[in-house]
C-alpha cells in the first residue's frame, strides 16, 4: 500500500489518487494521511476531505474527535485547518463540543470558533470565561477579541475586575482588537498591577483619547523599559488621533517642558531599543521635547533606513543647536552619519562649513559624495562650482545628479560660470552631457539656447529641455512645447503636458485639450491636471466626453476636473462615480464631494457603509464625520456594530470617541 510507503512523494500522490474515489470509501484513509509525518501529504489529505463538501456530521464529528489526537500533533493540526477551511459549516457541531470533559479539546474548540469569526457563538464564548480551566478561559477572551463583536465588552470588563493576571492581560488584548470605546476607569487601575502596565498602555493605544493624555504622559516615568515604551508608543498613536491645535496644546508643550530633565535623559537612552516601532515613537517624543542631548543617539537611529525620515523629522524640530556637537562627530563617523550630518548642514543653512563639505566630494562613500554635492548649493560657496562640475563625471548615478542640482542652485550669483559650463555641455558627444547641459540652460533661463535642444536626436535630452523651457520665458517656448505634445516618445509628451500645465496661460488651452487625446494616460493625466489649474470652463465639454471611455487615474483626475471646472453645478458625473466598480474610483469621488457639503450624503449612505471594499467604507465615514459632526454618531454607532473590518472598526470608533 503506497500510503504506507517510506517515500514521502509515493504517500503524496496515493493520497492524490484517492481524490479519484467516493469519499464514504476514501474517508479512513484520508484521515489516517492527515496524521502523515509529512506536511505535504497531510496538506494533500486536508484538500481532498474538503472537496468532498458538503460533509455530512458523522464527518464533521470524527474531525473534532481528531482533536484529542494529543499523540499526533500533525493529525490535530490538520484537523484545525480542515475544520476551519470548512466554516460556518462546522459551527453546529463545534458548540456541542464547547461543555465536552476535556478542557484541550473545548480550547481547540474555541480557537477554531474564533478562527472562523463565528459571531453566532458570542454567548457560548461569553460564558467559557467562567470555565473551570485557565487556558480554555485564556482562549475565550482571545478569540472574543478575534471576533470582535461590541457585545462582548461588558463581559470582558467584568474579567478585569477579577484577579487572574494572565486573563486580564489576554482580555486588554481582546479589547484593543474589538476596538470599541472602553472607559478610562475600567483600565486606569490596571496600573497598580506591574506585570499588566505594558499591556494596559498597549490597550489605550489602540482605545486611548484625550483623556488618557496624562495617563500615558506620567507613562513616561516609568522605571520598567517596557512600561515606558509602551507608554511612548500609546502617547503618540493617541496624539495622532488628535487634531492639530489639540496636539500642540496637549502633547508637544507638555513633552517640550521635560527638555534638559530626567525624563528627557531616560527617554533618550530608550533610543538604542531595537523594535523599529518603538524607536519609531521614541524618536518624534524625543525630537519634539527638542534636549540636544538627543543628537548622537539619534544620529545612531539613523543607520536604519526605515527610521531615517523620521529621524531627520527629529533632527528639524531641535533645530540648528545640536549642529556643533554632530560637526564634530563627523570625520570619526560611518559614511551614513556623515551623509545625514551634510544634509543637516544643508538644511539649517548653516555657514562656516564650507572646507568639511568640499572635502565630503571627494570621500569614498557615494552617499556622502551626494549629501556634501546637495549641501554645497545651499551656502553658494566659493569655488565649489568647479569642484560640483568635476563631479558630473562621477561613477555613481545619484552623485552625478545631486551634483546637478548643486549647480543649478548656483544659477543666480555665478551665472556666468554656469554658462560657460553649460555651452561645453551642449556640445558635448555624450546625451547624458547634454541633458545636464538643458537642465542648467532651465536654471539659467536661456531660452535662446534651450530651444535647439528641443529638438535634439536623444529623447532624454528632449525630455530635459522640454521641462526647462517650461519655465522660462520665451515668446517661442509655446509653439515648442505645443509640438512637443507629437514627440514619438510619452515621456516627452509627458513632460510637454506638464510644462504646459506649469506655464498655464489662455495659449495653454487649445494644446491641452488635444492632450486628452493622447494614447498614454500620464499625458491624459498631466494635461487634465492642466486644465483644472487653468479653470476656464471652456474645457469643461472636452472633459466630459472623455468620462465614458476613461479608467483609473485617468478617470480620477477626469472628475477631479470637472469639479474645478464646473463647480457644485456639474457634479452629476462625480455623484454617479460612487456606484463605479473601481473602488479607487469610488474613494476619490467621496473626496471630491466632500468638498461640496454633505448634501450626497443621505443619498448614498447605506450603499457605501456596505461596500465590499474596506477602504470605501473607511472613506465614507470620515467624510460623514467630517461634514456632519455629533449629528453623524447614529449612523457611527450602527455602522460599527454592523462592521467586520478591524481597520475601519478602529477608524469608526477614534471618529465616535472625538465626537462624543
Known amino acids: 500500500m503506497k500510503l504506507s510507503s517510506r517515500d514521502e512523494e509515493e504517500r503524496r500522490l496515493a493520497v492524490l489518487a484517492l481524490r479519484d474515489h467516493p469519499f464514504a470509501s476514501t474517508m479512513q484513509l484520508l484521515f489516517k494521511a492527515m496524521g502523515d509525518e509529512s506536511w505535504r501529504v497531510r496538506k494533500e489529505a486536508v484538500t481532498a476531505v474538503l472537496q468532498a463538501q458538503p460533509l455530512e456530521a458523522p464527518v464533521l464529528e470524527a474531525l473534532i474527535a481528531a482533536l484529542r489526537a494529543s499523540e499526533n500533533a500533525g493529525l490535530r493540526n490538520s484537523a484545525v485547518e480542515a475544520l476551519e477551511l470548512i466554516g460556518a459549516a462546522a459551527v453546529q457541531q463545534l458548540c456541542a463540543h464547547l461543555n465536552d470533559p476535556d478542557p484541550d479539546l473545548r480550547k481547540f474548540v474555541i480557537d477554531i470558533l474564533g478562527n472562523i469569526g463565528c459571531e453566532k457563538c458570542l454567548p457560548l464564548l461569553v460564558r467559557a470565561l467562567d470555565d473551570d480551566d485557565m487556558n480554555v478561559r485564556v482562549a475565550a477572551a482571545e478569540n472574543l477579541g478575534k471576533i470582535g463583536d461590541a457585545g462582548a465588552l461588558p463581559h470582558l470588563l467584568t474579567v478585569l475586575e477579577g484577579g487572574e493576571i494572565w486573563l486580564k492581560f489576554t482580555v486588554l488584548d481582546a479589547l484593543a482588537l474589538i476596538g470599541a470605546p472602553v472607559p478610562l476607569v475600567s483600565l486606569a487601575p490596571l496600573l497598580q498591577e506591574s506585570l499588566l502596565r505594558r499591556a494596559t498602555y498597549d490597550c489605550l493605544a489602540a482605545l486611548g483619547d484625550v483623556q488618557a493624555l496624562p495617563i500615558l504622559l506620567q507613562g513616561l516615568q516609568e522605571k520598567a523599559k517596557n512600561a515606558r515604551e509602551a507608554a511612548a508608543m500609546a502617547l503618540m498613536r493617541v496624539r495622532e488621533r488628535l487634531p492639530a491645535e489639540k496636539q500642540t496644546s496637549l502633547v508637544d508643550l507638555r513633552l517640550q517642558e521635560m527638555s534638559g530633565g530626567p525624563i528627557a535623559k531616560k527617554l533618550i537612552d530608550s533610543l538604542h531599543s531595537e523594535d523599529p516601532v518603538v524607536l519609531s515613537a521614541l524618536v518624534r517624543i524625543v525630537g519634539t521635547i527638542g534636549d540636544t542631548r538627543a543628537a548622537l543617539p539619534l544620529l545612531h537611529v539613523c543607520r536604519s533606513e526605515r527610521l531615517r525620515d523620521v529621524c531627520i523629522d527629529a533632527f528639524r524640530r531641535i533645530g540648528p543647536k545640536l549642529l556643533p556637537e554632530l560637526v564634530d562627530h563627523f570625520p570619526a563617523t560611518v559614511p551614513i552619519e556623515r551623509a545625514v550630518i551634510a544634509q543637516l548642514l544643508a538644511e539649517f543653512g548653516d555657514t562656516g562649513h564650507e572646507k568639511l563639505l568640499l572635502d565630503g566630494l571627494l570621500d569614498d562613500s557615494a552617499q556622502v559624495r551626494r549629501s556634501c554635492a546637495l549641501a554645497l548649493g545651499r551656502p553658494k560657496s566659493q569655488g565649489a562650482v568647479t569642484r ?81 523651457l517650461g519655465r522660462v520665458e520665451l515668446p517661442q517656448a509655446l509653439s515648442h512645447l505645443a509640438l512637443a505634445l507629437s514627440d514619438e516618445e510619452p515621456e516627452v509628451r509627458l513632460a510637454a503636458a506638464h510644462a504646459l500645465s506649469d506655464r498655464g496661460g489662455p495659449d495653454a488651452l487649445a494644446p491641452l485639450l488635444l492632450a486628452l487625446n493622447d494614447s498614454d494616460p500620464w499625458v491624459q493625466t498631466a494635461a487634465l491636471r492642466g486644465l483644472a489649474l487653468l479653470g476656464d470652463s471652456g474645457a469643461l465639454p472636452g472633459v466630459i466626453a472623455l468620462l465614458d471611455q476613461a479608467c483609473g487615474p485617468v478617470l480620477i483626475a477626469a472628475l477631479s476636473t470637472v469639479a474645478a471646472l464646473g463647480g457644485a453645478n456639474a457634479l452629476a458625473p462625480v455623484e454617479k462615480a460612487l456606484s463605479h466598480s473601481d473602488e479607487e474610483v469610488v474613494e476619490a469621488a467621496i473626496e471630491i464631494l466632500s468638498g461640496f457639503g454633505c448634501g450626497w450624503i443621505d443619498g448614498h449612505s447605506a450603499t457605501l457603509l456596505a461596500h465590499p471594499h474596506w477602504v470605501v467604507r473607511r472613506s465614507f465615514v470620515r467624510a460623514l464625520a467630517k461634514l456632519r459632526g455629533a449629528e453623524s454618531m447614529a449612523i457611527l454607532d450602527r455602522a460599527l456594530a454592523s462592521e467586520s473590518d478591524q481597520l475601519v472598526r478602529s477608524e469608526i470608533a477614534a471618529l465616535l470617541g472625538r465626537l462624543r
Open 388 to 468: 560640483l562640475a568635476e563631479l558630473l563625471d562621477d561613477d555613481e548615478p545619484q552623485v552625478r545628479e545631486a551634483a546637478l542640482e548643486g549647480l543649478r542652485a548656483f544659477a543666480a550669483t555665478e551665472p556666468a560660470t554656469l554658462s560657460t559650463l553649460a555651452s561645453a555641455l551642449t556640445r558635448a558627444q555624450l546625451p547624458a552631457k547634454r541633458r545636464n547641459a538643458a537642465l542648467i540652460l532651465g536654471a539659467l533661463a536661456d531660452g535662446e539656447r534651450l530651444s535647439p535642444l528641443v529638438k535634439d536626436e536623444d529623447a532624454t535630452v528632449r525630455q530635459a529641455a522640454v521641462s526647462s
